[in-house]
């Protein structure tokens, strides 16, 4: 939505040198609670993986050039469904989780069809206002929903007595959708996407039918978010509006900006430095989000192309090559 | 309450629910249009605002119109700074205004609450008494915020009709590159805009903060109006955000009766996705 270009291209990285970095992190994930007993940190380290396959399915539906701010709703519909389902009807969470991200997938192509004739800031107006409006259904039918209070005694998947199996279980769920979005990006599909972001009229004269992607790219992006929604219901054992109003959408896309856009790698990096580093300096207590302000408009000022791009800004300082932003001004 | 007297107080609600939308709104399509920031702080200025009028009062003791004075210069001056360091740096960037706004946003909420804490008050009223007409009673505090309300709208929208500046205004938001080689100085007339756009919210604020009882988060929702307005009304367009105001607060101050709050919204908020899908520009919009 900006007027400057945001490149979504590929890494100038080797790929294999990615490979071996990706598949390093896994391992040591995979080896934190064996090393951490801290529950608390290990809820941090959950909470991170939900955000992080939120903003992922985020920034992909945001590479075709729409910008989906109705996210954090979309997680909400994959929550309460699978709540509700598992709750009231008894039915076992790990088939509710599924139904949940299914659900979410079907809202976001039913609503896709008519959205995509819509451009940017149309379409982000209209995002936010369905976004919204499905939190206040949520609210509104509060005899079902828990209304603003929010809906607790969900059953869970693990029992409640340790985190670690859920741990490795939205460990696995991370990895797989992560992987699954990769390969979709760097596919053929995700070309498609790219180029319709960056020249609908172009992409459309060249065959690439615009409203079929961005339709299909929106419902996947919705399945991630209702799926990240529905498992983290099941975790918490409780859901509530405030976690998926339109300031947790807002977040989503802030983890996301800062991160990088232009980078796969980008959401990730930004939810751990915007939700999991926030935790660490919680001792601040009421004066932590004045930390964590701060930190944005560091990241802002100074970064604009978000935490991803510094090595690269590093590099054209010490290299004494003026960036973009100079030459323009 | 008869039905007659039922009508005539939504009426006055909706009155003066639309005029503080309107005026929310007419500051935010200022900041929109002439430098190209979606303000999504504009909500907590509102709410900024309408604390500093509550401690104005309670703390210092200070008449409510003089506390109101004082609110508007003080969120008058913050706009200008933050117009200076903060906007003037992603004019048109849309990814930047969205984290910048957020850090405000975070910035200021927070001091609200650590100062204040989650206490729900009331700012004191500006006017006192019930003013009767036959068997329907409306407080004089309602009648004074309506009239004030109206009265800035009309200022408002003089200034930007008959007044150099104002057209200087209306020059730079449907071309700015043609407003420069006119000579007309874009970074003083964002800063006029920038005045005038937080002193509308720091008016509001303080009215409505007499009027309802409020949070620190109720910026959020006022955010949530505004963007409502500006895109039901259509970008560019006065006329739109006037017609929109009147609609949206119609509507807020009347489907409450009928359903509860949430579903209102909810309605409301459907009504505007089926509208807009029909009618992307808006009511009265004109350019993209």
Redesign the interface.
Known sequence: MSNERISTNISSWNRNYQFIIYAALIVVLALIPVFISSPFIIHICILTLVYIIATTSLRLVMTSGQFPLAHAAFMGIGAYSSAMLSKYWGWSPWLTIPIGAILAMGLGVFIGFPFSKLRTFYYAMVSVFFGAGIVQVIVAFGKYTGGSGGLAGIPTLFGAASKIPYFYFFLALAVVSVLIMYRLEFSRFGLNLKAIDQSYLVAGSIGINEARNRVIVLGIGCFFAGLAGAAYSAYNMGISPTNIDMTATLWLVLYVVVGGMGNFAGPIIGTIFLYMVPQFYRGLKEYTPFLTAALLFIVIFFIPKGIVSLPKLIWQKLKGRKTKREISQ | MTSLSLILTTGVNSIILSSMYILLALGFAFLFSIMGILN?AHGVIYMVSAFLCLKFTLLLGMNPWLALVCTVIIVAIFGVLLERFIFR?FY?????T???C???I??L??SV??TEGYVVEKIPEFAHGFMRIGAFSVSWERIVTLLVGVILLVLVLLFINRTKQGQQMQAIAQDTEGAIFQGISIHGIAALACIIAFSLAAVSGSLMGSYLSFSPYMG?NIT?KI??IL?LGG?GSINGILYAGLILGTLDASLPIF??A??A??IV??V??VI??FR??GLFGRE?
């Open positions: 999504f740096r048109g960037d849309m990814n930047g969205i984290v910048a957020l850090g405000i975070a910035v909420q927070n609450v650590i959020d949530m963007l409502q895109v970008i359903v509860n949430a579903a919204q909810a908020l459907f505007i996705v807009l899908l992307p520009k993209v």
